[in-house]
């Protein structure tokens, strides 16, 4: 499988899908022109990837800031780890950000995804 591996900028995240050493995350300000165009990638790979996973898979969410039309598309990339088994989510938000803790919690109980909630 192909590795995606996308530079963060100032309105758009970086993103690592790494099969073979493990990394899948997704960190920094998402706030893409087009959050549909620019996520289709990402739901694509995890499509290839749900069809043969890791025995385990993290996913890492490390997230600054997100805009409305992208957390449409983030619980598109969480519904899409609920069907892969062995799957947890790592739920990163700094330690004053109740905003993002918040914003992990109602994704944590929209899908049946174990989350893990760590402040950096």
């Given at each position: 499988?192909?590795?995606?591996?996308?530079?963060?900028?100032?309105?758009?995240?970086?993103?690592?899908?790494?099969?073979?050493?493990?990394?899948?995350?997704?960190?920094?300000?998402?706030?893409?022109?087009?959050?549909?165009?620019?996520?289709?990638?990402?739901?694509?790979?995890?499509?290839?990837?749900g069809k043969n996973p890791n025995p385990?898979?993290?996913f890492i969410f490390k997230l600054e800031y997100f805009n409305t039309a992208s957390s449409k598309l983030i619980l598109d990339i969480l519904s899409k780890l609920e069907d892969i088994d062995n799957t947890s989510i790592s739920w990163y938000y700094h330690e004053d950000d109740e905003d993002m803790?918040?914003?992990g919690t109602e994704f944590s109980e929209l899908v049946e995804v174990p989350f893990e909630f760590k402040t950096y």
């Open positions: 499988m192909e590795v995606i591996n996308l530079d963060g900028t100032e309105d758009t995240p970086k993103i690592i899908l790494d099969r073979n050493n493990g990394i899948f995350e997704i960190s920094g300000r998402s706030l893409p022109e087009d959050s549909a165009e620019f996520y289709q990638p990402v739901l694509d790979w995890l499509d290839e990837y385990e898979t993290n803790e918040e914003a």
